[in-house]
Structure formats: structure tokens, C-alpha cells
């Protein structure tokens, strides 16, 4: 009797040193998410207010992962004090992006109840598509010790809205980009008189002199009725003779339009080409637009 006796004391201290702490998988979106003394009812990924289960997305496109009912702060008259921190890390483990002050409006503490908290990521540069990375937030308590926190395993992909063909070049992204709204346009929609870009970044393989490209550039848009809204046959007609310097086109080339509150017919179609004018190397990038 008094060896079952010790083994229940001993089973009775191990469960009162685990209750403080909690782990949770999510196998549908991937999120594993670990606490100590602070608990979280769910943790869950949204893009544009929608919950979703998968771990891919478009380069570009913003996505929230969202704490709900979080508790075990430690109270200071009736407020707590939590402090939330982000950092991305590649496969091969390289931090990418950390923040370590995503909840500085709760500086002098919060009474919300229940208290749900969230942080957000965009996916793009240093971010890059077709790569894999990991998110960790971690939750704290600056009044006392606990923590709690989340892993989430995620994927880029290239928008394939946009169709890209190359001839003897390689480059790193391709995406559409509005000045207006100061973002990534991931669904293709654009609106009347915003200054939409073609982006095309980490553009290579044509042949330097000196250092220098010498390339063109085409734009042509038309609406679904064939109808004609911009064309120009070379962007680059002033540099055919001196050349471009080789970085600047490697770091970044693009073509920008905006379309003025006229009738059109959806989609438009726009096709951008870039071409060496000292090789045959080239990229062609055609997408359909929804104006709006």
C-alpha cells in the first residue's frame, strides 16, 4: 500500500506541473502553439477578413494570425499588459523580418475582455515566391512570466493571373502594384485614375557593353471589345544608343498606365514586353485586369 501510495503522489505533482503549460496543433492550416501560464481560446489564420485552413499565398497578399480570448496576464488595477513579437525565418533558418513592438498602442495596458490580438504579414520582399518560410509570434506578459507561443509554416507562390514567357533571361518577381492603395495587387482588380505598375525585379540575361542593357519596352491594353487604351511600341527609345545601366534594370523595370473614368468593357488585357535590342533574350507578360 505504501508504494501505490508514493506512485499517486508522484502522478499528482506531474499533472499539477503541466497545467500551467498548453500545446496545440492545428492540422488543417499547420499552426502548432505552445503556452506557458497565458491561454488562447484559438488561434487562426485570415486573409481579407476570412478565415482560411491552407498555408499558401500569393506573393504580395497580407495575411492575419489571430489570438482570440487571451488570458493569464497579470492584472495591475484591472488592466493587463501584453507584448507580442514577430520574426520570419526561411529554410534554412535565416531571419528575414522581426518586430518586436506590435502592440504599442497597449503600452500603458488594456481592460478589453475578452482580448483578442492578431499580427500581420505581408508577403513580399524580403520575402520571396517560391519559397517556403515560418512565422513565429510570441505573446508576453510584461507584468509577469508568461508566454505563449505560435509557429506557422507558410508558402509564396507567383500570382498565375499573370502569364510570364521568357526567352534567355531569368528574373526574381513579376507583380502588378497600385500606387493609390500603396500595395501588391494580388486579385487583379484595379480602380479608375490609380497609377497601376508592372513590376518586373531581378531581371537577367541581357548583353552588357560597359556595363550597360539596351533594352525596349512595349505596352499594349485593350478592353474585351478589342478596343485599344494604350500602346506604345518602346518605353525606352532615349536610351538605344547610351544603354542602361545594367543594376538599375536588374533591380527593378517597370511600365505604369492609369485608365480615366471611360466606358470599358471587362477584362482588360495588358501585355508588357521587355526585349534586348543587342540579343534575342526577352519577357512577355500578359494579364487580364478587372476595372472597377
Not at 501560464?37 to 497578399?61: L, Q, W
Not at 520570419?88 to 483578442?116: C, E, F, I, K, Q
Not at 500595395?183 to 557593353?209: H, W
Request: charged share 25%; hydrophobic share 35%; net charge negative.
Amino acid at each position: 500500500m505504501k508504494k501505490n501510495f508514493s506512485i499517486l503522489i508522484i502522478l499528482a505533482l506531474f499533472a499539477g506541473c503541466q497545467f500551467s503549460r498548453s500545446v496545440k496543433k492545428d492540422f488543417l492550416s499547420g499552426i502548432t502553439s505552445t503556452g506557458k501560464n497565458i491561454s488562447c481560446e484559438d488561434v487562426f489564420v485570415t486573409v481579407n477578413n476570412e478565415k482560411i485552413s491552407g498555408n499558401t499565398f500569393i506573393y504580395g497578399e497580407t495575411f492575419f494570425i489571430n489570438f482570440s480570448n487571451v488570458t493569464g496576464f497579470t492584472k495591475t488595477d484591472d488592466k493587463v499588459f501584453p507584448e507580442m513579437t514577430i520574426f520570419v525565418v526561411n529554410a534554412s533558418g535565416d531571419t528575414l523580418l522581426s518586430s518586436d513592438n506590435l502592440l504599442s498602442d497597449y503600452s500603458d495596458g488594456t481592460n478589453l475582455s475578452p482580448l483578442s490580438l492578431m499580427a500581420n504579414l505581408t508577403v513580399a520582399d524580403p520575402i520571396k515566391s517560391k519559397e517556403e518560410y515560418k512565422a513565429i509570434v510570441t505573446i508576453t506578459d510584461k507584468r509577469g512570466d508568461g508566454t505563449f507561443n505560435t509557429e506557422y509554416k507558410f508558402k509564396v507562390i507567383e500570382n498565375d493571373k499573370i502569364v510570364i514567357e521568357t526567352t534567355d533571361v531569368s528574373y526574381d518577381e513579376v507583380y502588378l502594384f497600385s500606387e493609390e492603395r500603396n500595395r501588391i495587387i494580388t486579385d487583379n482588380k484595379i480602380k479608375f485614375d490609380d497609377n497601376t505598375y508592372v513590376i518586373i525585379e531581378g531581371l537577367k540575361g541581357f548583353s552588357e557593353t560597359d556595363g550597360m542593357v539596351f533594352p525596349g519596352l512595349s505596352v499594349k491594353i485593350a478592353d474585351a471589345s478589342k478596343n485599344t487604351l494604350l500602346e506604345n511600341d518602346d518605353l525606352f527609345t532615349d536610351y538605344t544608343e547610351s544603354g542602361i545601366d545594367a543594376a538599375i534594370l536588374t533591380r527593378r523595370v517597370s511600365a505604369h498606365f492609369s485608365i480615366p473614368e471611360i466606358k470599358v468593357n471587362n477584362p482588360l488585357n495588358c501585355i508588357m514586353t521587355v526585349w534586348d535590342k543587342k540579343s534575342n533574350a526577352k519577357i512577355k507578360i500578359t494579364t487580364d485586369l478587372v476595372l472597377e
